[in-house]
């Protein structure tokens, strides 16, 4: 990769984009969920927008046969079924003539050789040498092995040192543990350089994830009030209403804290208490996320002042309809002791935050899918309005509300117009949708189309997952020796345990359940 691609700068506009090269996308896990979901829609909507590179050439690769028409017929469905905007034919006719399934064991070197075969032979029928972009998004089980066997049959290191050096994307979950992580890591730079690898964690390509640097650090007003002396906690929610639905046998063994905390709520608070990067440099950035994991302080485990809730969810009620308790889901075990919400208390380290607390919480079946970021700031000195029941006052709060309906509020006080002397809370709000209609790209097309023009600013990198992971590993250390004990409940539709209220009471905090 050129120095130019990596000096990219973050939200420089689309004209970056038109610079891709011919590009070979090959997608393991061609038949998976996330594929029929994200994947191919995702490529869909990029050829609407025209943002393709002019050469395109996609292979998906499963371990079942399929034939090349059978799977292009697939794409139309699934893109038909998923898609933001209607399927188009005329759009997709160019992509489908040029896409293509290999079937193959991810284990097995054979089938890498014929995959290599393949994209040579598509290589020379095009004319031209191709960008290989390889989107690994199987089974955790199985990502070592694709990596090791990219390296073995030398796809890893194609055009290395050029604008179209072969570049490698890994879907989460990144290890389960820091040991993992860094064995993965190992792995992968055995085969890879870092600048190959693209790290996904799909939060990163959302627009108001990416707005939070612009709300931070292109408007003066904050950035003074962002520290210690006017923050008096912060709260990160990210709650979702579904339960864990067919997706039960990969859950048990992950749970919300690593399928939601490690990375995507911990992306958020990283991006939210960072320092202001030297520049928009992807590097620069990424440099400052991972300063900010090191000056978390360790979470303590201590049983009479711990840092953390987990819980999982009994029957319950969502949206006015019966559902069933986690252990009643379909391949979840009885005995299980899986957490389907976890909420911690954070302490950082460093002089813009010491004293001020950061919780996250994260949950399935909860009472609405939200997730925000809510800044709170303290009161006014001097208590001028303090003495009378008249003056209705709340503090002052900036939530940024990821999603859905996307937007900023800020809570004042003002004056109830009248004679008598009486204040109420209001809401200055900006919404997306209000301002620039609902037709915002999804994550992943921003993602795969950063992946092609060779822009990591919104993939973690391989130290940021390790220093996420020396944060959470003692703490699922500590609830894997401790079993179920110490997980509590919650009813399906509720907030979470009554345990959480606590975690934020000791400190006189409460969540903003009620304000959502
Ligand atoms: C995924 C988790 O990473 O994120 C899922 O594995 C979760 O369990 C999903 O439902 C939430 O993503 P989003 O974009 O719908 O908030």
Same mark, same amino acid.
């Given at each position: %990769? #050129?120095?130019?691609?990596?000096?990219?700068?973050?939200?420089?506009?689309?004209?970056?984009?038109?610079?891709? @090269?011919?590009? =070979? $996308?090959?997608?393991?896990?061609?038949?998976?969920? $996330?594929?029929?979901?994200?994947?191919? @829609?995702?490529?869909?909507? +990029?050829?609407?927008?025209?943002? +393709?590179?002019?050469?395109?050439?996609?292979?998906?690769?499963?371990?079942?046969?399929?034939?090349d028409?059978?799977?292009?017929?697939?794409?139309?469905?699934?893109?038909?079924?998923?898609?933001?905007?209607?399927?188009?034919?005329?759009?997709?006719?160019?992509?489908?003539?040029?896409?293509?399934?290999?079937?193959?064991?991810?284990?097995?070197?054979?089938?890498?050789?014929?995959l290599?075969?393949?994209?040579?032979?598509?290589?020379?029928?095009?004319?031209q040498?191709?960008?290989?972009?390889?989107?690994?998004?199987?089974?955790?089980?199985?990502?070592?092995?694709?990596?090791?066997?990219?390296?073995?049959?030398?796809?890893?290191?194609r055009?290395?040192?050029?604008?179209?050096?072969?570049?490698?994307?890994?879907?989460?979950?990144?290890?389960?543990? +820091?040991?993992?992580?860094?064995?993965?890591?190992?792995? !992968?730079? &055995?085969?890879?350089?870092?600048?190959?690898?693209?790290?996904?964690?799909?939060?990163?390509?959302?627009?108001?994830?990416?707005?939070? *640097?612009?709300?931070?650090?292109?408007?003066?007003?904050?950035? @003074?009030? /962002?520290?210690?002396?006017?923050?008096?906690?912060?709260? !990160?929610?990210?709650?979702?209403?579904?339960?864990?639905?067919t &997706?039960?046998?990969?859950?048990?063994? #992950?749970?919300?804290?690593?399928d939601?905390?490690?990375?995507?709520?911990?992306?958020?608070?990283?991006?939210?208490?960072?320092?202001?990067?030297?520049? *928009?440099?992807?590097?620069?950035?990424?440099?400052?996320?991972?300063?900010?994991?090191?000056?978390?302080?360790?979470?303590?485990?201590?049983?009479?002042?711990?840092?953390?809730?987990r819980?999982?969810?009994?029957?319950?009620?969502?949206?006015?309809?019966?559902?069933?308790?986690?252990?009643?889901?379909?391949?979840?075990?009885?005995?299980?002791?899986t957490?389907?919400? =976890?909420?911690?208390?954070?302490?950082?380290?460093? /002089?813009? /935050?010491?004293?001020?607390?950061?919780?996250?919480? #994260?949950?399935?079946? %909860?009472?609405?899918?939200?997730?925000?970021?809510?800044?709170?700031?303290?009161?006014?000195?001097?208590?001028?309005?303090?003495?009378?029941?008249?003056?209705?006052?709340?503090?002052?709060?900036?939530? !940024?509300? !990821?999603?859905?309906?996307?937007?900023?509020?800020?809570?004042?006080?003002?004056?109830?117009?009248?004679?008598?002397?009486?204040?109420?809370?209001?809401?200055?709000?900006?919404?997306?949708?209000?301002?620039?209609?609902?037709?915002t790209?999804?994550?992943?097309?921003?993602?795969?189309?950063d =992946?092609?023009?060779?822009?990591?600013?919104?993939?973690?990198?391989?130290?940021?997952?390790?220093? #996420?992971?020396?944060?959470?590993?003692?703490?699922?250390?500590? /609830?894997?020796?401790?079993?179920?004990?110490?997980?509590?409940?919650?009813?399906?539709?509720?907030?979470?345990?009554v345990?959480?209220?606590?975690?934020?009471?000791? &400190?006189?905090?409460?969540? &903003?359940?009620?304000?959502?």
């Open positions: %990769m #050129s120095d130019t691609a990596e000096r990219h700068p973050f939200l420089t506009g689309l004209s970056k984009h038109r610079g891709a @090269p011919a590009t =070979c $996308l090959v997608i393991f896990g061609a038949s998976g969920d $996330l594929t029929a979901r994200k994947l191919l @829609p995702a490529l869909f909507n +990029l050829g609407v927008d025209n943002l +393709l590179p002019a050469r395109f050439t996609l292979i998906g690769f499963g371990r079942k046969p399929i034939p028409d059978e799977f292009r017929s697939v794409t139309v469905k699934e893109i038909s079924k998923f898609s933001r905007r209607p399927f188009n034919d005329a759009i997709w006719k160019r992509v489908e003539a040029d896409t293509h399934y290999q079937s193959g064991g991810y284990d097995d070197p054979a089938s890498f050789e014929a290599k075969a393949r994209i040579d032979s598509l290589q020379a029928a095009a004319g040498e191709f960008q290989l972009v390889f989107y690994i998004s199987t089974p955790p089980g199985v990502f070592a092995d694709i990596i090791t066997n990219l390296g073995a049959v030398g796809l890893a290191s055009a290395l040192g050029t604008d179209r050096e072969t570049k490698v994307i890994i879907e989460k979950p990144f290890g389960k543990d +820091l040991s993992t992580a860094r064995e993965l890591n190992a792995v !992968i730079t &055995r085969h890879f350089e870092e600048r190959q690898v693209y790290r996904i964690d799909h939060y990163l390509g959302k627009e108001t994830v990416q707005d939070l *640097l612009v709300l931070r650090f292109a408007n003066a007003i904050f950035e @003074p009030l /962002w520290n210690r002396n006017y923050v008096d906690h912060v709260q !990160i929610t990210v709650a979702e209403e579904l339960g864990v639905g &997706r039960g046998g990969y859950y048990d063994t #992950s749970g919300a804290t690593r939601m905390l490690q990375n995507h709520t911990m992306q958020l608070l990283a991006l939210t208490a960072m320092e202001p990067p030297v520049s *928009l440099d992807g590097e620069a950035i990424r440099d400052e996320k991972v300063k900010l994991l090191k000056a978390i302080r360790p979470l303590s485990l201590d049983a009479d002042n711990p840092d953390f809730v819980a999982r969810y009994e029957e319950g009620l969502v949206g006015g309809d019966k559902v069933p308790g986690y252990t009643q889901e379909k391949d979840i075990p009885a005995d299980s002791s957490e389907t919400y =976890c909420a911690l208390r954070f302490n950082i380290n460093n /002089w813009r /935050w010491a004293g001020v607390p950061f919780y996250m919480r #994260s949950g399935k079946r %909860m009472a609405r899918r939200v997730t925000e970021i809510a800044i709170q700031f303290k009161p006014p000195v001097g208590g001028l309005f303090d003495s009378d029941t008249r003056y209705d006052l709340a503090p002052n709060r900036l939530v !940024i509300q !990821i999603q859905p309906d996307e937007g900023t509020t800020l809570t004042l006080n003002s004056k109830v117009p009248g004679l008598e002397p009486r204040t109420q809370p209001v809401k200055m709000s900006f919404r997306y949708a209000t301002t620039y209609g609902s037709d790209p999804e994550a992943y097309e921003r993602l795969i189309l =992946c092609m023009v060779g822009d990591r600013t919104l993939f973690i990198r391989g130290d940021e997952a390790e220093n #996420s992971w020396k944060i959470f590993t003692p703490l699922l250390d500590h /609830w894997k020796a401790a079993g179920r004990e110490g997980l509590e409940t919650y009813p399906a539709g509720s907030w979470g345990p345990a959480a209220d606590r975690l934020l009471g000791s &400190r006189g905090h409460a969540w &903003r359940n009620a304000g959502m």
